[in-house]
């Protein structure tokens, strides 16, 4: 029979969100499932690909037979991915990264007091983008959740960040986005839209996904 699309090919992904601490018993973090990272890195294990699943904060469970690379925090993510960088084939960024950061990561619980707080938060790196700085023959597909102009700001963050295609997500269309089985999405590269799926499961936005990269790599050869 044919080898599997993905045989001997490392595949990445993340997913989920991240988690920024305030103190030791508080955080940020946001409503990523993790549902859509994990629905890629299963259909690229079907695949036949290695997989490096780089897993946040979640409230489902993540597919057997991928390797899984818990992470914290967007520095936790960002170290994380940089590990599997060198020889890794395609890289997909499902996950949900904080923009950013308490400045201050207090050691002791924030006592009650006063009638405000306010928190100051820092700038965290933008994993993608400092990927796609980098990028040399990885295949780097980005999300994009969007909740207005979902085409225009999708594709300047595929040209800004530098990946091969950009997965547009409106997470305001019901039955897309965050925490649902399914999603619905465009697709683009630079020269703009490749495909546009309806609303079905995130196992069938996975492997349509992977099809379309595993064909763009190997008419790279
Ligand atoms: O996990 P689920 O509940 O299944 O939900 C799926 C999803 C909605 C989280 C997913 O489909 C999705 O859209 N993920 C990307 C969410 C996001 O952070 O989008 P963004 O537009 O803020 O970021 C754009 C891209 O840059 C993303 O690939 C993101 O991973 C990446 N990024 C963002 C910020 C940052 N500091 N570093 C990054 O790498």
């Given at each position: 029979g044919q080898a599997p699309l993905l045989q001997g090919k490392k595949v990445v992904v993340t997913a989920g969100g991240t988690i920024e601490r305030i103190d030791p018993v508080r955080y940020i973090t946001n409503d990523s499932s993790g549902?859509?990272?994990?629905?890629?890195?299963?259909?690229?294990?079907?695949?036949?690909?290695?997989?490096k699943l780089v897993m946040g904060s979640t409230q489902s469970k993540p597919p057997e037979n991928v390797e899984l690379i818990p992470v914290q925090s967007a520095q936790d993510m960002y170290e994380a991915v940089t590990r599997e960088w060198d020889d890794a084939d395609i890289v997909v960024k499902a996950a949900a990264v904080a923009d950013y950061r308490p400045k201050e990561v207090y050691t002791e619980k924030i006592k009650?007091?006063?009638?405000?707080?306010s928190l100051e938060l820092v700038k965290n790196i933008d994993i993608l983008e400092t990927l796609g700085k980098q990028k040399t023959h990885q295949f780097l597909i980005g999300f994009a959740a969007e909740t207005q102009s979902v085409e225009m700001y999708?594709?300047?963050?595929?040209?800004?960040k530098n990946c091969d295609l950009i997965v547009a997500n409106d997470v305001t269309r019901t039955g897309a986005g965050f925490g649902t089985d399914t999603n619905a999405v465009h697709i683009y590269d630079r020269e703009g839209l490749v495909e546009e799926l309806p609303v079905i499961a995130k196992d069938d936005v996975a492997h349509r996904l992977l099809r379309i990269a595993a064909e763009r790599i190997a008419g790279r050869n």
């Open positions: 549902k859509m990272g994990f629905a890629i890195a299963a259909a690229a294990r079907d695949l036949g690909a290695d997989v009650k007091k006063g009638d405000t707080l999708a594709r300047e963050k595929l040209e800004r």
